[in-house]
C-alpha cells in the first residue's frame, strides 16, 4: 500500500513538473505575442491558466504527503508568472 502511494505522488510530481514547463513556455509565448500586439486578451488568457494550474497544484499538494519537490515545482511556477508580468 505505501509503494502505491509513493508511486502515485512520483508520477504527480512527474505530471506537476510538466504542468510547469507548459506554462512556463505558456508564458514565453504570450509575452511575445502580447509586446507584439499590445494584447490585453493575452494577459486574461495567461491569468486564467495560471490560476487554473495553482489550483491544480495546491489540490495536488493537498493529496500529496511528499510536499518538498511539488512545493518546489510550485515556487518555480510563481517565479516564471512574475518574471514576466
Known sequence: MSF???S????????LAFIWF???MYSH???E??????????YITLIQLLT???SHMFYQ?????TTKNTFTTFI???ACMFSHM
Not at 8 to 15: A, R, V, Y
Not at 61 to 65: E, L, T
Open 4 to 6: 502505491q502511494i509513493s
Open 8 to 15: 502515485l505522488c512520483t508520477s504527480e510530481i512527474t505530471f
Open 22 to 24: 507548459f506554462t512556463c
Open 29 to 31: 509565448m504570450s509575452f
Open 33 to 42: 505575442i502580447s509586446r507584439q500586439r499590445k494584447s490585453e486578451i493575452t
Open 52 to 54: 487554473s494550474m495553482n
Open 61 to 65: 499538494i493537498s493529496r500529496c504527503s
Open 76 to 78: 518555480r511556477l510563481f
